[in-house]
């Protein structure tokens, strides 16, 4: 049976007991979790078994410990390493599988396009931060998942797939976001890339950020799932029969758009089962 979940902190900010509650009575069966945005309770005082009290039903898919990696200080990259080594650590603590993060941008904060994101040079040092975290993800039975975007170091399937082959390492595996590798040149091939990074990747991929987007003054703009152009017609039954395990994550759907979205997908995932 498909797991869906969401990213937490798009709900809002509670006590992780009425988050929990909250998330629960929408029907997900999960998270996304990045406890600094999504929780209330100060970080140093949750303890892995009050998150395992609070997130038995819906459980902790992923804790999210995105930083960028291409930071120009270096005190930033440092604080963002540590801060991985944490969650590792916590999710080893609490059993929860997979830790998540980006690949950066020299832009620094925000982390936008710059074509020296798109050189080698880029992605070795990506590499060189990565490969201590991987390890230390092996060493505590843990997995470290990474995830590509168009502004980026892993700016496309393919470049991820050369991260993911220099680390070498069985504690790494892919999140799928295919709104993240997309712009105004090529939205409109997002089957395409879809289909490239599952066959890239297949089972390596854990988890796939579900979005959808519409295009306005040039750019593209998330809106509610089922409202935009993803044609999830076609993509989610691509999905679905290739990693049919990953856990399905809402990742940028806010507000009233949560439940029509969440009511939208369930109704396709059905019609998929009923297959």
Same mark, same amino acid.
């Given at each position: 049976?498909?797991?869906? #979940?969401?990213?937490? *902190? ?8 009425? =988050? ?32 395992? !009290? ?13 930083? $960028? ?10 604080? #963002? ?10 999710? *080893? ?6 830790? /998540? ?6 832009? #620094? ?21 990565? +490969? ?7 060493? =505590? ?6 995830? #590509? ?16 082959? *220099? ?7 892919? &999140?799928? %976001?295919?709104?993240?590798?997309? !712009?105004? %040149?090529?939205?409109?091939? *997002?089957?395409? &890339?879809?289909?490239?990074?599952? !066959?890239?990747?297949?089972?390596? &991929?854990? &988890?796939?950020?579900? +979005? ?12 509610? =799932?089922?409202?935009? =152009?993803? $044609? ?19 990742? /940028? ?14 109704? +396709? ?7």
């Amino acid at each position: 049976m498909i797991k869906l #979940g969401i990213r937490a *902190h798009d709900i809002g900010k509670y006590s992780m007991n009425e =988050l929990a509650e909250r998330v629960r009575n929408i029907g997900f069966d999960g998270v996304q979790l990045v406890i600094k945005k999504a929780l209330i309770e100060p970080f140093d005082s949750i303890t892995p078994k009050a998150l395992n !009290n609070a997130f038995d039903k819906p459980f902790i898919m992923m804790l999210g410990a995105y930083f $960028n990696p291409l930071h120009p200080n270096p005190k930033e990259v440092e604080n #963002g390493v540590n801060f991985v080594y944490d969650q590792l650590r916590l999710a *080893h603590d609490m059993g929860c599988a997979f830790v /998540g993060t980006e690949t950066g941008s020299y832009m #620094g904060s925000p982390w936008g396009y710059m074509k020296e994101n798109h050189e080698d040079d880029a992605l070795y040092e990506v590499v060189a931060v990565f +490969k201590p975290l991987s390890k230390e993800a092996e060493k =505590l039975g843990v997995y470290f998942a990474i995830e #590509g975007a168009y502004a980026h170091v892993a700016y496309s399937p393919k470049r991820l797939k050369q991260l993911y082959d *220099h680390l070498g390492s069985p504690s790494v595996k892919i &999140i799928l %976001d295919v709104f993240n590798y997309l !712009n105004i %040149d090529n939205y409109q091939h *997002h089957l395409e &890339i879809c289909n490239e990074a599952l !066959n890239l990747f297949k089972d390596e &991929i854990v &988890i796939v950020h579900l +979005k959808d987007f519409i295009v306005q003054d040039q750019s593209l703009k998330l809106v509610g =799932l089922g409202q935009g =152009l993803m $044609n999830y017609d076609v993509m989610l039954p691509m999905i679905v029969k290739a990693i049919p395990n990953a856990y399905l994550i809402f990742e /940028g759907v806010t507000g009233p758009d949560i439940i029509s979205s969440f009511q939208w997908i369930r109704h +396709k995932l059905e019609r998929i089962e009923e297959i």
